[in-house]
């Protein structure tokens, strides 16, 4: 019995960081991207307009973030998603800070 419980409770330990090292990765990313934005506003590059449209966009990315870690793990395909939604971001990012409408 005890080594069954020690057993449960090794896996469950060594199980729960790898799901978390996949969704610290995409806050990381979370992060950058907002810092990203910081900066095309204050350089002017991004329009007020803009900046609500990205952080309306952002918000979307941080709600299925929590919707994906709210169970305690992250699936491959929730990963998947949120990688996508991140790269979909991140051009939206580049385009506002690119185009020809500001700064």
Do not use: C, K
């Amino acid at each position: 019995m005890f080594r069954t419980l020690l057993a449960a409770g090794l896996i469950v330990a060594v199980a729960a960081p790898a799901s978390a090292a996949g969704l610290d990765h995409s806050t990381n990313r979370s992060a950058r991207q907002q810092a990203r934005i910081a900066a095309g506003v204050q350089s002017g590059q991004i329009t007020p307009r803009e900046n609500a449209w990205l952080q309306r966009g952002q918000s979307r990315v941080a709600n299925t973030q929590a919707r994906a870690a709210a169970d305690g793990v992250v699936t491959n395909g929730e990963r998947a998603h949120l990688q996508a939604m991140q790269n979909r971001q991140s051009r939206h990012i580049w385009r506002a800070r690119h185009n020809p409408y500001s700064g």
